[in-house]
Each structure stands twice: as C-alpha cells, then as structure tokens.
C-alpha cells in the first residue's frame, strides 16, 4: 500500500483524484472586486435556522414535523450541504423526510445546475457595466483586469437571453473574444481583424457553448488513404458550473459538405474527458479528407454527454477510538468508518465510500473521486488536513480509502469528516454547428 503526499496526487489516474472544491468567483473590474455574486454561501443565521427546523424534525408531533419539514424545503438548494446524515439508529420517519427534502431540493438544484443562467438588461451603457452586471445576474465568472474596450458604449437589449448569447453580443460589440486555451478560464483578448463575430461562429446548447476555432488537413504523402482532417472545437461550459465529465460521442456526429459529402470520423472511439478546472476545453475531432470541391461544413451535429455534481454532502464520525463499521447516509452518499488506528508515527482512517448507482456506475465513481474534502477536527476543533491516502480496494460501486494525519494527542475527541457530492446529474446535449470554412 503505497501513501501519497499531495503534490503527487495530480499525476494520478483521474478516478484516484482528489482535491477542494473549486468555487468559482464573480467578474471584477479593476476598481473593485464586487461581493460574491456566483455561490450563495450559507450564512450563520442561515444554518441557525437549520438547525432549529431539523430539530423539528425530531418532534413528537407530526404536525410540528410537517411545519419544520415544510419550513426547510423554503430554504432552498443552498442548505443542501448542511442536511444532517442519517443511519440505521434514527427513526425510519425521520430518514424518510429527510431523504424527502434532500431529494426535493437537489431537484431544484438540478435545474439550475442544467438549465442557462438568463440575462435582463437593456439600454446604453459601457462595456465594463454591462459585463459586470451580467456576471452578477448569471454568478459567472469574468475577469475585467486589463481588458481593453471596456469604457466603450454598449447598447443591450437582453430579455430572458442565454449567458452565452447575451455575453457574446457584448463581447463583438466591444471587439473582443475568449482566448482559446485548454481547461482555462474566461480570459478576454482583443478580437483579430476580420474575424467573425463570436455569435455567427458559435453553436449554443443549454449552459454549453460551441465553437470551432481551427481546421487542418494532414496530407499522407505516401498513403494517401491515410490523409484526414482535424477539427479543433472549443467546448465551454458557463463558469459557475464544473462539469466532471465530457464525452462526445463520435458515432453520433454527422458532418455534411457543402457539394453533399458526409465525412466520417476516423475513430469511433469516444472522446471521453474529465477537467479540472477552467471554463472550457479543445477537442480535436479526425475525420475523413474531404475532396478538393468541399469548401464549407455546412452542417455539423452530435451529442455530448456530460455530469455535473451536485451540492456537496458531509459525513461526520465521532468517538473514532471505539467506532467501527459504522455507517452514515446523506443523499446518494454512503459511508462507512471501517477502523481508525495508529499506523507507525501517523493516525490512519479505513473508510469504505458507497454510490448508488446512476447511467453509468464507473462515471458515478469518477465525478465523485474528483471532488472529495476529507479532513479531521481535533479536540479542541482544530481542522487537520489528511497527510497522505490510498485507495485500498475499487469496486463497481465501492472504493475503500485510506487516510492518513498527523495528530499530536491521537484520537481521542477527534471528528473525521467526509464530503463528497450527494447528488450526480447527467445530461445528454445535442449540439450543431453550420457554415465552417474548409482550408
């Protein structure tokens, strides 16, 4: 069994990933950095009312049980991460509502995690203000610093308008465009002459964007048959979103020319990709060479498919000395303190992470693994973070872990704490692109 540091942990195999949560930030100007407009963060007095609702929950009235399940459900998406999990001691009316708020508001969260941030505005204004209140509208993120244009006059006209529509509009009335880097976030350069406009070159899908950005043909000199081309597509999703995983499914596209010629991709093998970070990335598409009288795509659809994790779940174990193989729940999230020991010079904690399964349990494994926080708290309630970590056995739908800390008086009083995603959201998009100039 082999322990890491975490620096070594972003070599590994993207299903052994872990890492924080990135929390995106909303668009700044190079006066002032506005509040946070992209993650409602719960409050204190946000999480005192929790509280008290949850203790509701416990009542021995049920309409006193009803009132606080009712009252939580009006809290909304953000206090998702703050349920409390549940086990096999507490009442079975007590799992079932809160397996019943969790699962009405993921529901809710679900939609705005799938469904585009929308745009309202309208009149004249300069290109910093109209960026800055868009960010705000949608918790996107834009960094302003630097960017050039931005004191020149807009006008919008946005009623209920797509993100990217909304966002693209300004951008080509200010002459600028998004560099097109891999796995970046949104960094704003000034448009090259002659270039079209981002909105005549992008297709929109829901809180994803398309665009392609270059187009090569590989001439095979001494095989011919080999000769291709490649279609380099700029993938973007909205910034407040952090999709764990991309898969555009080649046997669904369809690629027409302009003189009729349909053009095959080269490998039917799916383009299958995890990011880290960033708003976007660059996928390189082979497909057949087309013939010397093709000079345009004019059509060019597929799918994508594409998970989102939802709010975060915490599980939380005390009395670590004496417990074991004990099992707590908080939406799709299962997980079971198998042992908790000194190791040599360490404190090291088993656990065994359970996923109900959704489409695809190896892609349920993955989205979750990439978005893990596991920490401790010490007695005097001190976070300690973990040390190193193994994985100790992977199923289908089960990874056992390993964890390690360094703690200086053990672990009498400590609280080990898990948090991964409660909730997987799948998606399938349909995307299509016209009029893509052939060289």
């Known amino acids: 069994m082999m322990f890491m540091k975490p620096w070594q942990q972003a070599t590994l195999w993207i299903l052994l990933l872990s890492c924080t949560p990135m929390v995106a930030e909303p668009a700044y100007g190079q006066e002032e950095e506005p ?71 993921e529901k809710e969260d679900q939609v705005l995690l799938t469904s585009p941030s929308s745009v309202d505005l309208s009149g004249v204004m300069t290109g910093r203000d109209a960026l800055l209140k868009i960010a705000t509208m949608t918790g996107n993120k834009i960094r302003l610093e630097g960017v050039p244009n931005l004191d020149k006059q807009v006008t ?106 349909i053009l095959k991709p080269k490998d039917n093998a799916e383009l299958e990709f995890a990011p880290i970070g960033g708003a976007q990335m660059r996928v390189g598409v082979e497909v057949e060479m087309p013939s010397r009288q093709a000079r345009r795509i004019v059509k060019w659809s597929g799918l994508v498919f594409a998970t989102q994790p939802g709010k975060l779940a915490s599980v939380a174990f005390t009395d670590l000395v004496k417990a074991k193989q004990k099992t707590l729940s908080n939406g799709m999230l299962s997980v079971t303190l198998e042992q908790a020991r000194k190791n040599r010079g360490v404190f090291e904690v088993l656990i065994g992470v359970s996923l109900k399964a959704t489409k695809d349990s190896s ?38 872990m390993s964890y390690l800390f360094e703690l200086e008086n053990g672990l009498e009083g400590c609280k080990f704490v898990y948090r991964a995603p409660g909730s997987l959201n799948e998606q399938e998009i349909d995307f299509e692109l016209t009029d893509i100039p052939l060289p």
């Open 363 to 400: 892609e349920s494994v993955q989205a979750w693994s990439t978005l893990q926080d596991v920490y401790m708290f010490d007695k005097d309630l001190k976070r300690v973070d973990n040390v190193g970590w193994s994985t100790t056995r992977m199923n289908e739908n089960d990874i056992g």
């Open 35 to 105: 509040e946070d407009a992209t993650v409602s963060k719960p409050n204190s007095e946000l999480t005192k009312a929790l509280e008290q609702y949850v203790k509701g929950l416990n009542s021995n009235r049920i309409s006193e049980r009803d009132e606080a399940e009712n009252r939580i459900v009006k809290l909304g998406p953000n206090v998702i991460d703050l349920l409390p999990p549940v086990s096999d001691a507490d009442s079975e009316d007590l799992r079932l509502r809160v397996e019943r708020i969790r699962a009405t508001l």
């Open 156 to 261: 919008t006209a946005f009623e209920d308008t797509p993100f990217w529509e909304a966002f693209d509009e300004v951008l080509d009335q200010l002459g600028l465009t998004v560099a097109g880097g891999d796995g970046e976030d949104i960094q704003l350069i000034p448009q090259a002459a002659n270039t079209p406009l981002r909105i005549e070159t992008a297709g929109y899908s829901g809180v994803f964007r398309f665009e392609p950005v270059m187009v090569t043909k590989i001439s095979d000199l001494q095989n011919p048959q080999s000769s291709s081309m490649m279609i380099d597509l700029l993938f973007s999703w909205e910034p407040r979103l952090s999709p764990s995983l991309v898969r555009f499914q080649v046997e669904s596209m369809n690629i027409v020319c302009d003189n009729g010629e």
